[in-house]
């Protein structure tokens, strides 16, 4: 189970990694294309973009058709879903740190401003 979500996840994140691939994704998310228009919109060559594609198909993050020549590229099932609430657990992780940081640092304010006024 753990191999399994670690595969899943480096795939989702060495997709996400790159800005194409991100760029590739936010485009997909208004309207599927071809590989040939996305290379055109990213000013790729067609072997660039397909390599690109092939990244993010593994992740499950784009689905292509081929018809006759050209191979339309639409957003694939994979919705992240898994991958945000393992990203939300560590920022959870982070918000109680620097609360219990910050009521550190209050702390040592009150502190000083009694000391302070003591002298």
Avoid: P
Avoid at 14 to 35: H, N
Wanted: one cysteine or more; charged letters at 35%; aromatic letters at 8%.
């Amino acid at each position: 189970m753990v191999q399994f979500y670690q595969t899943h996840f480096d795939a989702s994140f060495a997709a996400l990694s790159d800005v194409t691939r991100r760029g590739v994704l936010e485009q997909l998310g208004r309207a599927d294309a071809s590989i040939t228009d996305l290379a055109d919109k990213f000013h790729m060559t067609l072997t660039g973009m397909k390599k690109h594609v092939q990244v993010l198909e593994r992740a499950g993050l784009v689905t292509t058709e081929k018809v006759g020549r050209v191979r339309t590229c639409r957003l694939g099932l994979s919705r992240l879903e898994e991958e945000a609430q393992w990203i939300e657990r560590y920022r959870q992780l982070w918000d109680e740190r620097f609360d219990a940081l910050d009521q550190v640092i209050e702390e040592l304010n009150r502190k000083e401003k009694i000391d302070g006024r003591d002298k």
